[in-house]
C-alpha cells in the first residue's frame, strides 16, 4: 500500500509523457476496429460516444483518463472491464468481446495498433502506448436514439398506456391523509412526513413472524437500477419500475390494473424512481430523463407533464417526490459537469405540472454562501444533487432535504480549497410554499471523498425539543434543532478517520491534516469509503423504542484526486479509488445497529459478510425488516436486533420494506433488485466469492396465513 | 460527539509492565475489479510487545501468486499508510508464515498502541501490496447475525474534542 503513495503520478509528469515516442498497443488494427462498434453497443450508452463519461460513468478517454491510467498496465484495464462491465454485469460478454473493447478504448487515447492481438495478460504501461489524443477514426458514432442498454437486456416493447384499466373507486389524497395516514396506507417514501419507514400496523409480532408466507411475487422490469418503494392506497399498490413505467396492483392479489410505460427505455445505470406520490386524484413520477408527470391515479393515463431540466445535458431524477399542500417536489441528479446551469430543487402545481419555485443549491458569487468556492467562476461550482426526496414538518410548515457533495470530489480535483462549497452535503430546511431558505446546515464542509450526507431526514421530538436526524456516508449520526438548525449532538456508529476534531458546541468536523493537504494524483485514505457507513438504504425510526434503526456498510477506500480540466460540458467526479476492508471488521461489509435519539447511544448491533440493501422496515408488532446484497431478507426483533425469521429471494435485496393493509390483513412487500450504486459496486468488488443473478428485479409480498 | 472506545487504544497513557498483545486480519490490499484477480488471500498476524520488544508471527494464505516481501509499517493512523518501519520474514509462496523480532523505539510503541502500525505482505503479482492489516488490540471476533449490546467492535480513531 505504501508503495502507491511513492508511485503517486502527477499530470504534469504525464502530459510530459505524450512528447515522448509512443510504442506500439498490444492489439491488433481489427481489434480496435470491431471494437468501436462494441463500445457503441456496450459502453456508450454510460460512458458517451466520444468516450466523454456521464454522471458516475468516467471519460474513457482525454486527460482525465489518462491521469488515472496513464501508470496503470492494460493488464487491469481489460481485468477491470471484464470484471464490473456492463456496469452490473461483469463478465457477461466473451472475452474476445471485452479484449476488442478494451483495443479500441486505447486507441482512443491515441495507442497505435501492433501485430499481436490483445490477450488480457499484457503489463503494458497505458502512458507508454496512449498520450490521451483521441484520433478521428476512434471517434464512435452516437448510439441510435432510445437504444436501450443491450447487456442489461431491457425488453423492447411499446411505450404508453399498455395495460388499459380502471380502479373501481380512489378516494382522493388529501392533505390530512397525508398528515395522519391510515394505519393500513404506504402514502408516500417514507410512510409519513416525518421519514420514519414505520409501520403503526401490529398483527405480525415477534411471537408470530416466523410463519410469514410469500403471499404473492411480481417480476419488475429488469435493464437498469431498480431500489424502489411501493406506495399503496386503499388496497392498491403504486409500483414505479424501470423505464419510468408505473403498474397499479391490487395489493392484496397482485393482479395487474393498469400499466403505464412511460419510457425511454434507460440509459443509465439508475433506472427507476426511488419513489412516486400521491395527491389529489393523482400519481406523480419523476423520471429518469428529468421530466415530471402526473397520472390519473384511476387510469395511469398523463394528465400533465412537464420538464424538470434538459436530460441531453445529462440531467436526471431518481429520488423521487413529495406532496406537500398542492405541490409536488423533486430533486434533480447528475449535476456534475461544469455547466453555467446548476442542481435545484423544485415544486410543481399538483392540478397543472406548473413550476411554483426553484431552489438552487449550489451559492454562486455574490449570494449568501458565495464566497464558499475558493473564488472559482460560477460554472465550476457543480454538485450537490438531491437524490432523495425530502421531509415535511406540517405544523413548522417546513421540508427538509439533503445535498450531495460538490463536483468534482476531491477539494484538489475542484480547486475550492478549504471552502465549505454550500449548500453541498447540507441540511436544507425550505419554506414549501416559496422556495426560501428558512436555514441549512453543512455537515462536511469542504467534503473530499465522495462521502455525501445527503440522505434521509428524520423528524423526532423530545419533549418541547424538535428535532432532524440524519446519517451520511461518514456513519456519524447527526441530530439538528429543526427549528433552528442549531447542532444539538452526534454519534459516531462506525470506525471513521475522515474527522480528527468534531467541535462538541457546533458539530462542525475538521478533516484530517493530510487529508487537507492532499494534491492532485495523492492517494488519501478514507473510512468509511463511497458505500458509506450510511448510504440510500435508509434507517427507520420506531416512536415505540425511540430507537433508529440503521443499515451500515464498513469498508474503506485509497482516493486519488484526479485532474479535471475547467472547460464548459467537462466534468465528472474525478477520482480514482481503491477498496479495502475497514480494520476490525473481520471482512464483514454488513452492520445493522439501533440508537436511542435521545441519548444518542446504541441499543444493539450485529454484522455480518454481506451489507444491507434495503430500507429498514419497523412496525408496531415490534418487528423489523431488512433485506441484503446476499439474497436473505429478514425479520428482526427491533427491541434487540435478534433474528426471528429470514428467507432467500432470487437477487439481492434492495429497495424500501414497506407495510400495508387490505381487509384487515397485514402485508410486508419488499423489492429484489439490481444496480444501487456504490453500496452494491463496491461488495461487488470487496466480495468476489459472493454472487446473486444479474436480473430479477421484482416485488415480494409476504403475509402470515390465513 | 459520543466517542465509543471499544477497542481500547488508550494504552499510550504509560507503559505496561506486562507483555501487550495486539492482532490483526489480513485480508486483500485496496484493490480494484482490475487487480482483484491478483489481490487475493487472507491471514493472522499476532503481536507481543515486551518492554520495547516485539514479536511478530502469523500465517497466510490464497495468495494468487508467491509473498515476496512482509513488512511493519509506521502510518498516519488507523487504516492511514505510511512508511515502512521493520523488515518480517515471510514464506516466499502462495501460504505460509511470516515472523519477526524488532525493537521499538518509544515513539514507535506508542504508534503502536494507538493502532499506527500495519503489517503488509507483498506478492510477484501484486508487489505493491497484497495482504494487509492494521495491529489492534485484542477485540471480541462477533460471530455473523449475532446481536451484541452496543455498537460492537469500533476502532476509535484518535478524534479530538476541541
Known sequence: MTKLLAASIFTTALLGASAVALENGPFTAEQAGGGRALFVANCASCHGARLQGAGEAPPLAGSTFMAAWGNRSTEELYNLVKASMPYGNGNSLDAATYRSIVAYVLSANGAKPGAVALTGNETVRIA???????????????????????????????????????????????DSMLAHPKDADWLMYRRNYQGWSHSPLAQVTTGNVKNLQLAWSWAMNDGGASEVTPIIHDGVMFLSNVANTVQALNAATGELIWENRIGPAPTRAYGATRSLALYGDKVFVPTTDAKLYGLDAKTGKIVWQTVIEDAKEGYSNTGGAIAIKGKILVGLTYCNRYETKHCFISAYDADTGKVAWRF????????????????????????????????YDPDLNTTYWGTAQSKPWTRASRDSGAGATLYANSTLALDPDSGKLKWFYSHAPGENFDLDEVFERVLVDHGDSKDVLTIGKVGILWKLNRVTGKYEDSAQTLFQNVFDKIDPKTGIPTYRKDVQAAKVGDWISSCPGPAGGHDW??????????????????????????????????????????????????????????????????????????????????????????????????????????TLWQTRLPTSVQGHVVSYAVDGKQYIAVETGLGGGSPVGKPTTLMPGVHHPNNGNGIFVFALPD | MKLYCCVALALMVAPALAAESFET???????????????????????????????????????????????????????????????????????????????????????????????????RLAPDGNLTGWLLPPHPHLAQDEPVAGPGVMPQFDVKQK
Open chain 1, 537 to 642: 438504504p435508509a434507517s427507520s425510526y420506531d416512536p415505540r423504542n425511540d430507537l433508529m434503526v440503521i443499515p451500515l456498510h464498513q469498508s474503506c477506500v485509497l482516493m486519488r484526486a484526479e485532474p479535471m480540466e475547467k472547460k464548459i460540458g467537462v466534468g465528472g467526479d474525478a477520482g480514482s479509488q481503491r477498496l479495502f476492508e475497514m480494520p476490525g471488521t473481520d471482512g464483514n461489509l454488513g452492520k445493522l445497529t439501533a440508537y436511542n435519539t435521545k441519548t444518542m447511544k446504541a441499543l444493539w448491533s450485529f454484522q455480518q459478510k454481506a451489507p444491507f440493501l434495503t430500507g429498514v422496515l419497523t412496525t408496531d408488532g415490534g418487528v423489523g425488516f431488512v433485506g441484503d446484497f446476499d439474497r436473505r431478507f429478514r425479520a428482526i426483533e427491533t427491541l434487540t436486533g435478534k
Open chain 1, 360 to 391: 438552487k443549491t449550489i451559492a454562486l458569487k455574490g449570494e449568501p454562501g458565495g464566497d464558499t468556492w475558493n473564488n472559482l467562476p460560477d460554472e465550476f461550482r457543480q454538485g450537490a444533487e438531491t437524490w432523495i426526496a425530502g421531509t
Open chain 1, 128 to 174: 507508454a502506448i496512449a498520450d490521451g489524443k483521441m484520433p478521428v477514426i476512434a471517434d464512435a458514432p452516437a448510439p441510435a436514439a432510445g437504444a436501450a442498454r443491450p447487456a442489461t437486456s431491457y425488453p423492447p416493447g411499446r411505450f404508453g398506456v399498455t395495460v388499459a384499466g380502471s380502479l373501481k373507486s380512489y378516494d382522493p389524497v388529501t
Open chain 2, 25 to 123: 486480519r489480513l485480508s486483500p490490499s485496496p484493490l480494484t475489479d482490475g487487480t482483484r484477480i491478483n489481490v487475493t488471500g487472507e491471514g493472522e498476524v499476532r503481536v507481543s510487545l515486551d518492554g520495547n520488544k516485539l514479536t511478530v508471527s502469523g500465517d497466510f494464505h490464497g495468495l494468487a501468486s508467491g509473498a515476496t516481501t512482509a513488512a511493519l509499517y509506521d502510518g498516519l493512523g488507523i487504516a492511514i499508510p505510511g512508511p515502512k518501519a521493520f523488515d518480517l520474514t515471510a514464506t516466499p509462496s502462495m501460504a505460509g508464515t511470516l515472523s519477526g523480532n524488532v525493537t521499538l523505539t518509544a515513539k514507535q510503541a506508542a504508534a503502536l498502541r494507538a493502532g499506527h502500525f500495519y503489517v503488509q505482505i507483498d506478492s
